[in-house]
């Protein structure tokens, strides 16, 4: 086994010694384990949340790896009972750190990966999904974008130069004809592809007291909205950039989103967003205790 180190996020400053653990909640409510395989060797991160993604996740990693992208990877797992965690295959295909939450929904992790990022003191964070579906070769021009100033990049499979093969017919339709056309009037950037996990944000971005992404009411897809929304309407450079993103043809489709009750939570998510009910300012009115400082 290689050694690891098990902190907690709100412990990065008093890290303790490798091969030392222990674990609680930090002040966003997420209790945390941090197990480390490697020093930071990069000003920006990769942040992919999973979530018993079996080898799928495995075959992206390591994919990853042999494109040479000098790059950190983190996973933000959602305690995954399914062995594609296991300490020595991580550090062998370089990743650099595995956080675990027993707290579930994409949004917690996603929190807790941009937590970790910001505590390590990087500049800026790729976010991308763990099922295998998105073109990571494309990670190096997320990499430059944000490196010419940009604050958060989109990656889009529909407009030119794109590709994407195997789109459910109702994704398609849904992203396209509705999700697609009222981020776009709502934000005021005109996105083709805003429900795509591949991403990238600033660190100022994300630190922006206006922002303040790591409040716990973002436990599921809202973040993802949030970000997207939240971005042009706070004067951020915004841009969106081609990727590619294949769904496998004849098996199951590789998704969280399953079952009418996960489909009407995202959809209420998605319009509580657009109504600004995520704001810093609504969230103070409603809640004066749910921003943590």
Known sequence: MPNSASILISEIETRVPIGSSSRRSDEMGIATRVSEFAARKSNLVVIIPIWNEGDVILKQLQRMKDASLNIDIVLCDGDSSDGSTNASILQSLSVRALLVTDHPGLGTALRMGFRYAMDEGYDGVITVDGNGKDGVEAIPQFVTHLSNGFDFVQGSRFMPGAHHSNTPWERYLGIRCILSPIMSIASGFRYSDPTNG????????????????????????????????????????????????????????????????????????????????????????????????
């Open 198 to 293: 591949f991403k990238a944000l600033s660190r100022r971005f994300l630190l922006d007291e206006r922002l303040q992404p790591l409040r716990p009411v973002f436990q599921q897809f809202n973040l993802q909205f949030y970000l997207n929304y939240m971005a042009p309407r706070l004067g951020f450079r915004v841009v969106e950039i081609p990727v590619s993103r294949s769904y496998p043809k004849g098996t199951p489709t590789p998704t969280k989103i399953v079952g009418l009750g996960t489909k009407t939570a995202l959809l209420r998510q998605f319009l509580n967003t657009i109504f600004g009910r995520y704001s810093v300012k609504e969230q103070r009115s409603t809640s004066p205790t749910a921003i943590a400082r």
